[in-house]
């Protein structure tokens, strides 16, 4: 739509730049052509200006986009790395399995010889095998041997029991526990990839609003190049009716002289004429004289005469022009800033109340549902901490420590993931969707990327 005005503009400019009435003095059209350059110039003017303004806009969102491009960067590599763990997970998952099908094996062999064996205590023991081995007249020594014997059978069997019941709970344990971390690893991974997706979007948008600025400082500029040629073609204008009007006023100066100089010649003429009728005159009187025969006296007279002459005057003119322009400019800035105040005991003792509400994608709900990063700044909220919600910006607030120096209320971040510590080595977070918000008991469960210390 500007686009349009400003050629709308544009035309009416460059026609009044060419059409002039037939009726009108050369003065009139100079002045005329000057305001049409006055404006032509004004509307110049304005363009520079909308150009100057988009390209501070563009260079702004240029910014912006190099930024996304950082972050997009940084959660594809986290992602990546998301994916290479979940294959690590799931290799010690199917490793785990296997000891737990190689124990069954084991279990399933061990119960056929503990069969074998309880059917021989059976059929050697028992009630009636006492009985037979004392009716047999075996010696007190055998009978005491036999006894040891079976007392030796069970509490083989009861030890295989257990041992065999340690190694399934303990193989059944780090299963489940396994497939914690994995389930974490892989709520972490559907984060980061709706955050690249989130990325890629917002860069497409800002791609296509840095394109429509260049389309528009393109269309700008070709607007502002036949403004200066609008510009050329008044000012040639100009000076052609300036030196229309200068050779005018010479020509005006050069008849108004040759008619003096035409004046001047007459006036002397008629003088040199005045002159030699007076001289006939006096030279006929002489001769007149000189032939009288007669005696009587003669007194020849004789006459003057003056003139006056005049001479005309001209005068000249004289033109002057001056145009003047103005300009502004502009700026603005902002800033931001946040405070807050609590102990790590407080963070952990807050937190932890929420245990067992839903995870949810994106959300900020420690009731309803929060993300990891979520869950984080809200609970910091709390206690008026601003921080934001991004597990990989959670990564730069407070100030870093080492995960051996951890404390309760430090925040453990890992790739794509975080949790706040709570103490002996567990961290209490929003863990995926089956789980929701939980403890678990190993924070080093994956590549602990870094700790920080908010309070």
Known sequence: MRKKFLALSLAVIVSAAQVMTVS???????????????????QLDNAKAEID????????????????DAQLVVTMASVENLKNEIAEKQTEIEDTQKKLSDAQAEEDEQY?????????????????????????????????????????LYKYDRE??????DLVQQVTDYSNQLADEKADLEASEAEQEAQQQSLEEMLEQKKAVSDDYENQIAD??????????????????????????????????????????????????????????????AEAAASSAANNTTTADNTPSSTGSSTT???????????????????????????SSSTGSATGSAIVSYATQFIGNPYVWGGTSLTNGADCSGFIMSVYAHFGYDLPHSSSALRGVGRGVSYAEAQPGDIICYSGHVAIYIGGGAIVHASNERDGIKISSNAAYTTILAVRRVV
Request: hydrophobic residues 35%; aromatic residues 4%; glycine residues 4%.
């Open 220 to 281: 700008l500029n070709d607007m502002a190049a036949q403004y200066n040629a609008v510009l050329a073609e008044q000012n040639a204008k100009i000076q052609q009716i300036q030196e229309e009007i200068a050779a005018e006023e010479a020509a005006k100066a050069a008849e108004e002289a040759r008619k003096a100089e035409e004046a001047r010649q007459a006036a002397e003429a008629a003088e040199a004429a005045r002159q030699a009728e007076a001289a006939r005159q």
């Open 53 to 68: 303004d988009l390209e501070t806009k563009k260079n702004q969102i240029t910014g912006e986009i190099d930024d996304l």
């Open 112 to 152: 056929e010889q503990m069969k074998k064996r309880i059917k021989f205590l059976y059929e050697s023991g028992g009630d009636n095998g006492w009985a037979a081995l004392i009716l047999e007249g075996k010696d007190l020594s055998s009978i005491l041997n036999q006894a040891e014997y079976t007392q030796k």
């Open 309 to 335: 002459t005049t001479t005309p005057s001209n005068g000249g003119s004289s033109y002057d022009d001056s145009s003047s322009s103005d300009t502004s400019s502009s700026d603005d800035s902002s800033s």
């Open 160 to 165: 295989c029991l257990q041992e065999y019941m």
């Open 24 to 42: 009108a003095s050369k003065q009139e059209k100079l002045q005329q052509q000057q305001a049409a350059q006055a404006e032509t110039s004004a």
